[in-house]
């Protein structure tokens, strides 16, 4: 990329202000300084974002969806990186614009020289339209998309509108990977004009009983008729025609029964399957995708194992009600009988938690055992579970605690030392229940 004098001058002297704020930040432990630093190197040089990303040798990919985009990163980044590439991302998970640029700066040199091969961005799904232009991603990854945060965000067709307008404007070699059991992202990518890639899964012994009760999109997006569902895989993902016009699920790149997983929880096999996809489309073999998926570790708190004082601790990140329900499949689908809840209402989890009512609470409740609840919302969450039994005289253990410490330190006295602790938090909460465990803090 040929760039002015002035624009070198402005663009080292924004990197060499954000690296200084970095090693501030991080000197005096007042964080990972993942987000400041962008921040105030926007201010010296606006276009920033397009600047940097500008110099990824081998171009921008973009994971962008409610769910999964951290786990799916890893494993994407996991992958190129045993291929030897150079890969910047934003791994702390700090997805808005600012934790964008400061994760492109992180490997920036003092005079403003990006020197990777690729750059992997999670980007949260309300700015994927101000942030395409500017990055002119290689790859752009469709995850999926679920009620989050309704206090910030709206209905989830209202954003897939906002996606399909603005990446049908980008180059018609961008390369789109959308999840094919996604209504309205198989729809999305039916209207494309750019290189489509579906992923999905084709493996009906995994069919939930019945819809969830926390379902988003049941309905055709293109004519509103109701969906007939030969099977649904979790929340409204799964296999789908609509019979007023014909719409129905696209064919997926890939047979999802031909690649494993690692990590627990059918959400994980549509990571695995959106990263191995990508790393197929960017050249990669497939004994080293295999090896990879075969020797991956999950991020922190997505499904993520510790050892604490000798006893085994899971956090499944659980911020929604399709993930939640998702990580209550994985406990009930183990034998361990202890549990804890920690639910919060801060900026990062969103201010309304009334989706807890949309969680299927009572399939952990009439398993028994014990159940712990914390967070600023503990009331709320054991109200929920109260309301979740079926008789008065249920078997459930209900431990109320409002100190965070104090309700893990009871959580694992509850734990015998042959089963798991199982820990459901919220985003806030996972930092938190982390830093108490690990003693180190993430952001």
Known sequence: MTMKIIDRLRLGLAVSV???VTFLVRSLRLGAASVLPGSIARRIEPRLLQLLSQQVKNGVIIIAGTNGKTTTALLLRTILENKGYRVCHNSTGANLENGLMTALLESTSLVGTLDVDYAILEVDENIVPKVLKPLQPRIILCLNLFRDQLDRYGEVDTISKRWTKVISTLPPETVVIPNADDPTLSLLGQQLQQKVLFFGLNEPEHY????????DSIYCPQCGHPLNYQGVYLSHLGDFTCPSCGFSKS?????????SQILVGLYNKYNTLAATTAAIELGVDEATIRDTINNFQAAFGRAEDLVVDGKRVRILLSKNPVGTNETIRVVTQSTDKTT???LNDRTPDGTDVSWIWDVDTEKLVERGGTLVVSGDRVYDMALRLR????SADSNLNLIVEEDLRQAIAKALEQTPPTETLHILPTYSAMLEVREVLTGRKIL
């Open 387 to 390: 309301y979740s039994e079926k």
């Open 18 to 20: 954000a690296k200084s």
């Open 208 to 215: 939930l009983e019945a819809i969830p009760h926390a379902v």
């Open 251 to 259: 064919q997926p790149a890939l047979a999802s029964s031909e690649w």
């Open 340 to 342: 804890l809840l920690v």
